[in-house]
């Protein structure tokens, strides 16, 4: 069993930055890939970026490639969102995710979800 709690998220303008950060308990972190998905009103839950369980790889959707980090720290249990030049089209509310197993993009993948942080980027 993994519980995740996210914290960071909040109200900035177009252009600023924000880190999201993941609390993991549970003593499988370690072993699995972590996500962060986003869902804004009315839309589905999408992805947003994916690490391994060592960090060494990382996925990112195209919205955000090139503005977001993935990180993890796994002696913290924590995984990390670094957003960058955030645009009001990344307005939506953020989960992390723990994996099954393997570095994913698709939700089904995703066994444990944390509540999600509220990130909303005015223009």
């Known amino acids: 069993q993994v519980q995740l709690e996210e914290s960071g998220g909040g109200l900035v303008q177009a252009g600023a930055s924000l880190r999201l950060s993941c609390v993991a308990s549970?003593?499988?972190?370690?072993?699995?890939?972590m996500g962060w998905f986003r869902q804004a009103p009315g839309l589905e839950r999408e992805f947003v970026a994916a690490?391994?369980?060592?960090?060494?790889?990382?996925h990112y959707a195209d919205s955000v490639k090139g503005r977001f980090i993935i990180s993890r720290d796994n002696a913290k249990n924590i995984l990390y969102l670094q957003m960058n030049r955030l645009n009001p089209e990344d307005t939506a509310v953020y989960y992390c995710?723990?994996?099954?197993?393997?570095?994913?993009?698709?939700?089904?993948?995703?066994?444990?979800w944390g509540p999600g942080t509220q990130v909303t980027v005015s223009s």
């Open positions: 690490t391994s369980w060592s960090g060494s790889e990382s």
């Open positions: 549970g003593s499988t972190f370690s072993t699995r890939a």
């Open positions: 995710a723990c994996s099954r197993g393997m570095i994913s993009h698709s939700r089904d993948q995703y066994a444990y």
